[in-house]
């Protein structure tokens, strides 16, 4: 099992930044891929980024691209979401996820997920 806890959600305004932090307990943080998903209002929840079990690997979804960066410190099992030039379509609940066999887009390829910490970038 894996326990998933994010924070450094909030109100931000639009073209500012935020970082989010999702840190995991429970088992080799290494052995992990990790990733993050969104869910916006009345929406599903929509694939952000992920990084590789090592951290060697990066993907985004085109609409964060250029934007966005993920990255994870191992030795402190956390994984983070920096988020720039914010824009008010980017207001959702993000999800930090964790998987030990898929990297990818697929949110139903993660078998671990937090509880989610709410975004709002108003206009």
């Known amino acids: 099992q894996v326990q998933l806890v994010e924070s450094g959600g909030g109100l931000v305004q639009a073209g500012g930044s935020l970082r989010l932090s999702c840190s995991a307990s429970g088992r080799t943080f290494s052995n992990y891929a990790m990733g993050w998903f969104r869910q916006a209002p009345g929406k599903g929840r929509e694939f952000v980024a992920a990084?590789?079990?090592?951290?060697?690997?990066?993907y985004y979804a085109d609409s964060v691209k250029c934007r966005f960066t993920i990255s994870r410190d191992n030795a402190k099992n956390t994984v983070y979401l920096q988020m720039s030039k914010l824009k008010p379509k980017d207001t959702a609940v993000y999800y930090c996820?964790?998987?030990?066999?898929?990297?990818?887009?697929?949110?139903?390829?993660?078998?671990?997920w937090g509880q989610g910490t709410l975004v709002t970038v108003s206009s």
């Open positions: 990084s590789s079990w090592g951290g060697g690997s990066t």
């Open positions: 996820v964790a998987s030990e066999h898929y990297y990818g887009t697929y949110r139903g390829g993660y078998d671990y």
